[in-house]
């Protein structure tokens, strides 16, 4: 029975403990957050996750757990880092360190990030779910043959979409690291990658050859929703972030030479029912689509009883309405890759590996994310075939992240 311990409590841990219920052997041992902490270990509890307890300090609950999750925000990475490894210098048995994605904000970050699991010898695991999406996995599986046969997928289309964070710090370009495509560029970036990826070929396998980006704010720079988003702290015309991205990819098989190309795309701007996942995948003679939209459930609230609903987001992440016809999935931690993103990584800690998706493949997609904001600031392709242009992406910091998106952006 592995003990989880989770640093964070807010919307990810919340997803997190739900798939717990679904994974067999752990217990949500301890929960660590300024907020949230106390309300998730009841939910645990309730679950029957285990005897969920609060701590105060990661070193704490680094020495009361056997795996410890990084589910806090994006600019506090590097700080809760440094806590887990005094723990573990300090004695703690730790067998793995998971970390939400985006592993960094920039390179630099990810290098320190990378570079300090390495040093404590601890195996780790990099949680982008969409790799693990039961619907991703079974269409690879079920064309595995005929990908043999007639070689392997040569353009995917992914896009991840909804209508805007729901936390202040994600609207900071300084804190979170962008806007959109730091957040969820991170996603469709690496689950294009992937599905271009050959079946039995790890995950980093193909050659990043160049990158191609354009970004924009469009919805939340305008009246009313700047103003909106300024009532929640949030000041779009001093220091905007991208509400849009699209980001064309290059890649080559290292073995024989095939090119393909990943687009991803993704935007705040999704006015639909709710968050929405979409792949498209073509390979020479065969193709799959995922549409996280499309279910065989559906709710019906009318206006008279709409007043009776205070949470929309029951039915769906991101959900926008709370009347009319609504998207319903009943097994949104499972449908989106957590539960499968676990029992690798689980699977993996048993046995003293990293899990599918370790932090130097997070490191991997936090360079193809600062490829991207340097080819919309250059307004030029990036060759990352060229050595100088990887070592420029060492420590470079993109504008938007330095707070200087109004340079940059269109609209602003
Ligand atoms: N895989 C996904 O699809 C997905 C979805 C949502 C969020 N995320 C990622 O998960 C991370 C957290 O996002 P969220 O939506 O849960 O944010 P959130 O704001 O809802 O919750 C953040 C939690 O971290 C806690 N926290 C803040 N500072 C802390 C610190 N110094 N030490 C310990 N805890 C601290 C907060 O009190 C809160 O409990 C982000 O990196 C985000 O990118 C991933």
């Not at 680094?62 to 300090?90: H, Q, S, T």
């Not at 995948?281 to 008279?304: K, Q």
């Amino acid at each position: 029975m592995l003990k989880i311990g989770m640093i964070g409590a807010g919307f990810v841990a919340g997803f997190h403990e739900r798939s717990l219920c679904s994974v067999r052997d752990v217990e949500l041992a301890g929960v660590c957050a300024p907020v949230g902490a106390k309300a998730l270990a009841e939910r645990a509890q309730r679950d029957g996750l285990g005897n969920t307890r609060v701590f105060e300090s990661v070193a704490d609950l680094c020495a009361a757990v056997d795996v410890i999750c990084i589910f806090a925000p994006n600019f506090v990475r590097i700080d809760i880092m440094r806590n887990i490894a005094k723990a573990i210098e300090g004695g703690a048995k730790i067998e793995g360190i998971i970390c939400e994605k985006p592993l960094a904000r920039n390179l630099q970050e990810a290098d320190v990030l990378a570079r300090m699991a390495k040093a404590l010898h601890v195996p780790t695991a990099y949680f982008e779910n969409q790799l693990h999406m039961p619907s991703v996995v079974e269409a690879r599986r079920q064309l595995e043959a005929v990908e043999q046969s007639m070689g392997a997928a040569h353009l995917a289309r992914s896009a991840e979409e909804h209508g805007g964070p729901h936390e202040p710090w994600f609207w900071d370009p300084t804190r979170q690291g962008g806007g959109v495509c730091c957040d969820m560029g991170c996603h469709s970036i690496a689950v294009s990658m992937y599905t271009l990826t050959p079946s039995g070929k790890p995950p980093g396998y193909l050659t990043p050859v160049s990158v191609t980006a354009n970004m924009s704010l469009l919805k939340w720079g305008k009246e009313p929703w700047i103003s909106r988003l300024k009532e929640r702290g949030v000041d779009y015309a001093a220091v905007p972030a991208e509400d849009y991205s699209n980001v064309t990819l290059e890649f080559k098989d290292p073995e024989t030479g095939v090119r393909s190309i990943a687009q991803a795309t993704n935007s705040w701007m999704y006015d639909a029912p709710g968050l929405r996942l979409l792949m498209e995948v073509f390979g020479p003679g065969y193709s799959y689509t995922v549409n996280s939209l499309e279910s065989p459930a559906g709710l019906f609230i009318s206006d008279a009883a709409a007043t009776a609903v205070a949470d929309s987001e029951l039915a769906l992440e991101k959900a926008q309405a709370t009347r009319g016809a609504l998207v319903l999935q009943p097994n949104e931690p499972d449908l989106y890759g957590y539960v499968a993103e676990w029992r690798d990584a689980l699977s993996a800690f048993e046995q003293g590996k990293s899990a599918m998706l370790d932090l130097e493949y997070g490191r991997l997609i936090t360079m193809l994310v600062m490829a991207a904001y340097m080819s919309h600031e250059k307004k030029m392709t990036i060759d990352l075939t060229d050595p100088a242009v990887l070592e420029e992406l060492e420590d470079y910091v993109p504008l938007i992240q330095q707070g200087k998106g109004a340079e940059i952006l269109a609209g602003t």
